[in-house]
């Protein structure tokens, strides 16, 4: 049987890998390999990506839609839901129509480039993402600092000399808000040339073993930390913004005169001698770059977080400058673009009376939403690649109210935890016949650095691609009467008419049909249309022929099938910054205001045994574990502990554990290890499989438990509505 090479990005995590796939004459993968000529990852790839064929190969996989657990045609499918949302809305009205956007969304094109006008077509303010069970805390940071939620400094991993990372570790994760294909060589290679990486975690992880330094920290006190670093370079006259035009600098020494290193040492577990020393080597480092992940923003102060390590960027003046924190230029964002200054709570959810942010409400008020009866309550829910019945806090409360909606309607390949609940689930196409470009990552990738993997293996006759599904949706909720293509057609025109009319864009004072006809010369799916103008409109780009050798799709595809290394990240926060004062707030009011919670906290220290999670390099989430290579060998959901909690509770490895909280009770096995402190107990997520109406045969048979079904939705980080994951007080007893 023959065979054929492609190449195309990874798409299941952040690193972005190259990946170069072996097809046989089926169109099935037989080998996956790291693309050694993409000029960021180098031939770098993990067993997720090794096994991408056994993913898109996958027999659970569905195929067509189902409608009511029947298999049916794309029409018929479509028309269900058609009736059903416009039912719904006749009763009930347009709130009453929720939807869930998941974490695979943020890694295709079709989510950032359709979801948006489902959702404007819908109406609706019940819109819930998983970003606010994951970054939404960097968000709301960084639109109050710098004005913009999506302007997010990444570390200048290659050139800094010095990396204080918290909450984060990519030898499992590969890296998140920060693009980094081979972090773990990256890390390396800081201690080669001289420099330092500490870590903060309150378990000693691999990546914590790898680094300069491990700093154990009690689970949710890393803002104490943060103020009290801040604290130390005020008191030692080593806060030096220099040049960056910053606002709010007394405010912000003044709110942190009551944070001495004294101070917080009983809160955290870090002695004053270690804070103080920690803030000294940042100041003194020739570059050096805080970076705080997912442990930071999963916590009651998660916002605090995100804003302090930023704050701490910028007094060590060490915020978009090289070996730094930088701003990455993605290619396809036009920098001539009006943005208005940030601002959260522009309505606020019905029931917990929570503010709006980014657009979103918190998926922790999801279940309220469903379960409050009154006028606006969800009664209808579009999820797209997402697991909430496994992914939120409280996900068991959700689950069931999942099960409680009048109509339910999911974009997912899988039949799992969630869409199991719904009365119409439409399949997207297998990965290599998917498009892909990461229009949500390329900005937050440590070097400059475009790549477009175009499908390897047409659809099906009458298949709809993902983008095709979500455009259908946003046509049908509007209740318009056209083909999905007429939505690109409108967004095309749109961003043209708006691009020709804007001082400073490439294309100023031209003919919006002479650009759309250059589109459309060029061919290509309507997609990749609209991504073909958003490179050429881009800071890259080639302005429509005003920069003859500027990018276009055309030449990405051709010229650079491996990706194009666009260089080193440079300087640009005058090109970033859009707060209204034009200037970095250091010291936003909402943020100095929950400082006060985190004073009034600070003599109250949570006693007892606190939850937090992990994350294990061959798993992700809640959706590759039917994938047999990756599920095979020791089970990895188990609950660490440390081994004098271990022995006080008698405890040994292997016996089951009863995990007791607020929100309820699970069992797992026990893992005593010296690698997590005292006092912390860990348990991955995403497990909890083999439930009835699922059709995930390998999961189910590796099920694992849910870990939330402990953590608490009535917890949250009250700026950005983030859940909480880390410090959730549980109780352990031995389990018969
Ligand atoms: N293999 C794999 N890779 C993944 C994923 C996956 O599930 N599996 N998921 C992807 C997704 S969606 C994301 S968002 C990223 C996340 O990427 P990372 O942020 O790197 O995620 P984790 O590996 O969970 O690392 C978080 C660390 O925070 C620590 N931690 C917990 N509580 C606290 C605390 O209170 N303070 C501090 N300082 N640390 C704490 C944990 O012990 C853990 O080591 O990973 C992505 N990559
Ligand atoms: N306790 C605890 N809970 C957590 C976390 C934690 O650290 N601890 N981490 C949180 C984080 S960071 C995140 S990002 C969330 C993730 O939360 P979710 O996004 O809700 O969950 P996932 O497990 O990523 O589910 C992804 C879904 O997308 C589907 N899918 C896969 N590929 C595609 C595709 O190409 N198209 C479509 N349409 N669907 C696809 C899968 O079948 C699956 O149903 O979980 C959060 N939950
Ligand atoms: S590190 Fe991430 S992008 Fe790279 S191969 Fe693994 S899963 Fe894919
Ligand atoms: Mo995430």
């Not at 309220?368 to 009154?374: A, F, H, L, M, R």
Request: charged share 25%; glycine share 10%; with cysteine.
């Amino acid at each position: 049987m023959g065979s054929r090479t492609a190449f195309r990005t990874c798409p299941l995590c952040e690193a972005l890998c190259g990946l170069e796939l072996t097809l046989d004459d089926s169109g099935a993968v037989t080998r996956v390999r790291g693309d050694r000529e993409d000029p960021l990852s180098k031939g770098f790839i993990c067993p997720k990506g090794a096994t991408l064929g056994r993913l898109d190969g996958d027999p659970d996989r569905l195929r067509v839609p189902l409608v009511d657990g029947a298999e049916a045609g794309w029409d018929e499918a479509f028309a269900v839901v058609r009736r059903r949302i416009a039912e719904v809305v006749g009763k009930y009205g347009k709130d009453a129509v929720a939807v869930y956007i998941g974490n695979p969304t943020a890694h295709s094109v079709a989510g950032p480039l359709y979801a948006g006008a489902l959702i404007k077509a819908l109406g609706t303010r019940n819109v819930y993402t998983a970003s606010t069970a994951d970054q939404m805390p960097k968000h709301v940071s960084c639109g109050y600092m710098f004005g913009d939620p999506l302007a997010i400094p990444v570390p200048d991993l290659d050139r800094t000399s010095h990396l204080l990372m918290l909450g984060a570790n990519p030898l499992e994760s590969n890296g998140s808000l920060c693009s980094a294909p081979d972090f773990p060589g990256r890390l390396k290679a800081i201690a080669a040339r001289g420099g330092k990486v500490t870590v903060v975690d309150p378990r000693r992880t691999r990546t914590a073993e790898l680094a300069s330094e491990h700093v154990f920290i009690r689970p949710g006190t890393d803002a104490y930390l943060l103020m009290a670093l801040v604290h130390t370079l005020f008191a030692e006259d080593l806060a030096v913004p220099g040049e960056r035009p910053v606002n709010g600098l007394d405010d912000l020494r003044a709110l942190v005169v009551d944070f001495s290193p004294e101070r917080v040492a009983g809160v955290t577990g870090i002695d004053a001698g270690t804070i103080r020393r920690m803030a000294r080597e940042l100041a003194a480092a020739e570059t050096a770059a805080v970076y705080g992940r997912i442990g930071t923003c999963t916590q009651a102060f998660g916002t605090l977080n995100s804003w302090l390590v930023d704050v701490l960027n910028v007094l060590t003046g060490n915020l978009d400058r090289e070996g730094g924190a930088m701003f990455p230029r993605p290619a396809h964002a036009p920098v001539y673009r009006k943005r208005r200054p940030f601002t959260t709570g522009r309505w606020r959810s019905r029931v917990r009376d929570l503010p709006e942010v980014n657009g979103e409400l918190p998926v922790a008020t999801l279940a309220d939403e469903i379960e409050t009866p009154g006028e606006g309550q969800v009664r209808a829910l579009v999820t797209i690649g997402g697991n909430p019945a496994l992914s939120a806090p409280g996900s068991e409360r959700l689950d069931r109210a999942l099960a409680g909606l009048e109509f339910m309607v999911s974009v997912d390949p899988y039949l799992n935890e969630t869409t199991r609940h719904a009365h119409v689930v439409l399949p997207p196409p297998r990965p290599v016949q998917t498009p892909h470009y990461d229009v949500s990552l390329l900005g937050l990738a440590v070097r400059d650095y475009v790549r477009y993997s175009a499908p390897i293996v047409p659809l099906e006759d009458g298949r709809p691609s993902e983008a095709a599904i979500l455009a259908r949706l946003a046509v049908l909720a509007s209740g318009m009467d056209a083909e999905p293509d007429a939505l690109d057609e409108m967004i095309i025109t749109s961003t043209l008419g708006k691009a020709v009319a804007m001082t400073g864009s490439p294309v100023a004072g031209r003919e919006p049909d002479e650009l759309r006809k250059m589109l459309a010369d060029d061919g290509g799916t309507p997609t990749e249309q609209r991504l073909d103008m958003m490179l050429r409109l881009g800071p890259y780009g080639d302005g429509f022929g005003a920069d003859p050798a500027g990018l276009t799709l055309a030449r990405l595809r051709t010229e650079h099938p491996h990706g194009l290394d666009l260089g080193a990240l440079r300087p640009r926060l005058d090109e970033v910054l859009c707060t209204a004062s034009g200037r970095v707030e250091l010291c936003p009011p909402s943020f100095a205001a929950d400082a006060d919670r985190l004073r009034a906290a600070l003599d109250e220290p949570a006693d007892g045994m606190l939850l937090i999670g992990r994350r294990h390099l061959r798993s992700n989430n809640s959706w590759l574990h039917n994938v047999p290579e990756l599920v095979r060998g020791s089970n990895t959901c188990t609950l660490q502990l440390n081994p004098a909690d271990a022995e006080r509770l008698g405890l040994a490895a292997g016996d089951l554990v009863r995990v007791t909280s607020r929100t309820g009770t699970l069992e797992a096995v026990a893992e005593p290890t010296d690698t997590v402190m005292a006092g912390v107990v860990s348990l991955p997520h995403g497990w909890g499989h083999g439930r009835a109406g699922t059709r995930t045969r390998v999961a189910a048979e590796n099920a694992g438990v849910n870990v939330n079904a402990v953590t608490d939705e009535n917890e949250i980080d009250p700026l950005s509505g983030n859940a909480v994951f880390n410090g959730v007080p549980v109780t352990l007893e031995p389990a018969s």
